[in-house]
């Protein structure tokens, strides 16, 4: 097992995925999934903590608010962001294979959920590409929904089972950003239908924009209450993969009923 200044590469893996699942403000030694994970990879809290720090020096949103974390930043650690984010969907199986080599078990569903998926929407795929499809699935949704810290950038709402991980450039468009983090929004169900449809979006600013539809006053006091009374409010921005401005034009210019 190659180390990578000190560190070997199942190992860089494992931090590397904590810091894409993991909300910002919980990358602390005392974080029990931490100290967890430490003595699943034989180093200490300390120092897996730190390694999410030096990979946060390193990520260019967070340098970009004025925080540089710590500077022990090492080449591996580099060359590991460059690797994730030039290839989301193989550094999404890589960081399973890490968990796999260190619990045996990895993260995604498991063959049950797999041969769901198979049976209601991925006719014609290998039994291989749909386990790839589930656990490419799985790394977005934790990624984006701990960068929100697991709230409905829109509305605030708070429950897990009642948030999604919606792309802003849909799956099927752009093959290469389909599991790229800041393409993607938390959002509440009935948002994250909505932003599908075309019924909302985000301005440049990152307001929410309503379609014409909510704007002619032809929807109820529900629509109402779920989508004008946030008309032009700022959406909240996560610290670390906010949404790229580049997807949220792609949407206003090909999605949004404006």
Not at 9 to 29: D, T, V
Not at 36 to 41: D, F, K, N, P, Q
Not at 75 to 87: C, I
Request: net charge positive.
């Amino acid at each position: 097992m190659p180390k990578l200044d000190g560190w070997t590469r199942e190992q860089l893996l494992i931090a590397y995925k904590l810091y894409c699942e993991m909300p910002f403000g919980k990358m602390h030694s005392r974080n029990p999934e931490i100290v967890r994970y430490a003595r699943l990879i034989g180093r200490t809290p300390s120092a897996l903590a730190m390694k999410l720090t030096n990979i946060a020096s390193i990520d260019p949103e967070i340098r970009s608010t004025g925080r540089s974390g710590l500077t022990g930043a090492s080449q591996a650690d580099k060359n590991m962001w460059k690797e994730m984010t030039s290839d989301w969907d193989r550094f999404a199986v890589e960081i399973e294979r890490a968990e796999l080599f260190y619990t045996g078990a990895g993260s995604s569903s498991g063959p049950d959920e797999v041969e769901q998926e198979w049976a209601t929407g991925y006719v014609g795929k290998t039994r291989s590409a749909i386990v790839q499809i589930r656990i490419g699935q799985d790394f977005f949704r934790r990624a984006v929904l701990s960068a929100y810290e697991f709230q409905c950038c829109v509305t605030g709402l708070d429950v897990p089972d009642l948030l999604v991980a919606s792309h802003i450039v849909p799956w099927k468009d752009d093959a290469s950003n389909r599991l790229n983090p800041r393409n993607g929004l938390c959002l509440s169900s009935i948002h994250d239908r909505a932003f599908d449809a075309g019924l909302i979006s985000i301005s440049g600013d990152h307001r929410l924009l309503l379609s014409k539809y909510f704007r002619s006053g032809r929807s109820g006091s529900f629509a109402t209450y779920t989508f004008n009374n946030y008309a032009d409010k700022k959406i909240k921005l996560p610290e670390k993969f906010p949404p790229d401005e580049s997807f949220l034009k792609y949407h206003r210019d090909h999605i949004f009923q404006g």
